[in-house]
């Protein structure tokens, strides 16, 4: 089994960043495709971003392309979310997962992701 624990969510104003980071725990010895989603109120969990364990293949979500960067430290057993120039829009619950049968490619659907942290919240305000 693998432990996820997200971190670095708050409030922030429109234009802001913040950085969130998700430490794994547990079974961290499978290559794991570890990926980014969020959910609003009233919204369906979406995806965000997803990264290979090598870093060689990285997906973002059209909405966040541009502004957010996906990064991981397998050394530490975390991966990160940089997020810079944020909107309103993307007030949500930021959720980390890993798919332990990912491989060469960053998964982008959450039915295929096995392992959920918590969420943390990130509050974007105008």
């Known amino acids: 089994q693998v432990q996820l624990v997200e971190s670095g969510g708050g409030l922030v104003q429109a234009g802001g960043s913040l950085r969130l980071s998700c430490a794994a725990s547990?079974?961290?010895?499978?290559?794991?495709?570890m990926g980014w989603f969020r959910q609003a109120p009233g919204k369906e969990r979406e995806f965000v971003a997803a990264i290979t364990w090598s870093g060689g293949n990285i997906k973002y979500a059209d909405s966040v392309k541009g502004r957010f960067t996906i990064s991981r430290d397998n050394a530490r057993n975390t991966v990160y979310l940089e997020m810079n120039s944020l909107k309103p829009e993307d007030t949500a619950v930021y959720y980390c997962?890993?798919?332990?049968?990912?491989?060469?490619?960053?998964?982008?659907?959450?039915?295929?992701?096995?392992?959920w942290g918590q969420g943390t919240q990130v509050t974007v305000s105008s």
């Open positions: 547990g079974r961290t010895d499978r290559r794991y495709v």
């Open positions: 997962a890993g798919d332990r049968n990912g491989a060469s490619i960053a998964t982008t659907t959450l039915g295929e992701y096995d392992y």
